[in-house]
């Protein structure tokens, strides 16, 4: 029994896992309460104090949400209120006229690799659900199909370039060139990309889903009643422009001014939704002739709408509190530690293990990085490439422990076993393809 007391800490994860599946698949009970009771059993199990396990499932819950609720629950207003202006429509028909139907998936890709590498992942996928959903109607295609392509690129552009926080922090704990990420980045991406995004989607089968009701069109606009392409585009990428604004800006200036303290506040993921949010009230609400008590109505029909998906992520926060508190991405980490593997797939490999294991891209990223940092000198690896190698494997495939898994099952309305085929799928080609590319890149580097 030596080996189950050395391992019971993966054990015990992987039962949690296997009786949250067993009760939203056979026994039907909501995501929120399976996650919480697996959250409890897995601390207990795990050697937490009774006190140990409430104070962890709290601080899990209540930080996931303080950082997720208002981006999710604004961004589904904005995306509410496109919707139902007409401008998600408008946006929808104008890609289709000038990029056609065979050709939508790359514009598609293009937006969403720009939302990726300039906003938080949530706010990118809340944002460009609705108009991936529209463009999908208007050209009678599965939206699910379109979806995957977006977020293929979405989190691969998240993943590997600054300044989001995972590859920013693995840039300084390298020691990389920042420029030369961008650069080498984009050749990683772009084929991640490709084969997550266009290839993957195409062979898989049964994605011809019904339209998630939150984001049904209430009508069908005519050309008069839909706001302007332009419009319609720049008020949900606002969020994006002043966060990379605010970022530009900050390079510049002290972070100890008052000045810098203004930029930063309103460069915030929050304070920046907001913002759009009361600039889309106008420009698609009261200025269209919609009367206030008409868009506080889409306003409310959206918070209701998610609702739900907002517990759940705040509970898929527990849980990864839970496995973060008990200690299991130390133990994955000392396990990995002698090995006379390649720095760049060890690399790979462990912040893989851990994104799996803890469901945290950024964690499992800063923990890989500790353990391989001081190889780069005795294996004479270029730093670049260790940094593409640790993103590619923080974007691995990730399970119930991962709030944006269940971001992207609840807003698609998809079943687990549907999110695994999809979520799953794209980010496992994304983190497979990516590391390829860059073993290959490490020939000529």
């Not at 401008?87 to 720009?114: D, H, M, P």
């Not at 009361?278 to 959206?302: N, Q």
């Not at 293990?353 to 294996?379: K, N």
Request: some cysteine.
């Amino acid at each position: 029994m030596d080996w189950f007391i050395e391992f019971a800490p993966i054990i015990w994860v992987a039962l949690g896992v296997a009786l949250l599946l067993f009760l939203n698949i056979v026994v039907k009970l909501n995501s929120v309460l399976a996650l919480l009771i697996v959250a409890t059993l897995v601390g207990i199990l795990n050697g937490l104090t009774l006190d140990a396990v409430v104070i962890s499932i709290k601080t899990g819950f209540g930080s996931t949400l303080g950082s997720l609720a208002i981006i999710i629950g604004m961004g589904a207003v904005l995306g509410k209120l496109m919707v139902d202006s007409g401008a998600a429509q408008r946006v929808a028909s104008t890609l289709l006229n000038k990029f056609g139907v065979k050709n939508i998936e790359w514009a598609i890709l293009i937006v969403g690799t720009i939302f990726g590498i300039s906003v938080f992942y949530e706010v990118a996928f809340i944002i460009l659900a609705p108009l991936v959903i529209s463009i999908a109607i208007e050209a009678k295609i599965p939206y699910l199909r379109l979806g995957i392509t977006m977020v293929a690129a979405a989190t691969m552009a998240h993943s590997i370039f600054p300044p989001q926080p995972g590859p920013t922090a693995l840039v300084d704990a390298y020691g990389a060139d920042m420029g030369m990420v961008y650069i080498l980045g984009i050749v990683v991406v772009v084929p991640s990309v490709i084969c997550a995004g266009i290839i993957l989607p195409r062979m898989l089968r049964n994605l011809d889903l019904p339209v998630p009701p939150l984001l049904k069109k209430s009508k069908q606009f005519s050309e008069e009643e839909m706001p302007g392409f332009a419009v319609s585009l720049l008020v949900p990428l606002l969020p994006a422009i002043i966060i990379t604004a605010a970022t530009i800006i900050n390079i510049f200036v002290d972070r100890e001014t008052t000045f810098s303290q203004i930029i930063n506040f309103f460069g915030s993921a929050e304070i920046s939704m907001i913002l759009a949010v009361l600039v889309a009230i106008y420009v698609f609400g009261t200025s269209r002739g919609r009367s206030m008590k008409e868009v506080m109505d889409s306003f409310s029909g959206a918070i209701e709408g998610i609702a739900m998906i907002v517990f759940i992520v705040g509970a898929g926060g527990a849980f990864k509190q839970i496995i973060l508190d008990t200690g299991i991405g130390d133990f994955i980490a000392g396990m990995m530690q002698n090995t006379s593997v390649s720095p760049l797939i060890m690399a790979w490999l462990i912040t893989a293990i851990l994104r799996i294991a803890t469901g945290t891209g950024v964690v499992s990223a800063i923990t890989a990085a500790g353990i391989v940092g001081p190889l780069i000198h005795t294996f004479d690896v270029n730093p670049v490439l260790m940094v593409l190698a640790t993103a590619a494997g923080s974007n691995t495939i990730t399970h119930v422990n991962d709030a944006s898994f269940w971001l992207f099952k609840e807003y698609f309305n998809l079943s687990i076993k549907d999110t695994f085929r999809t979520w799953g799928l794209l980010l496992f080609t994304n983190s497979i393809v990516g590391l390829g590319v860059v073993l290959l890149l490490s020939l000529f580097i």
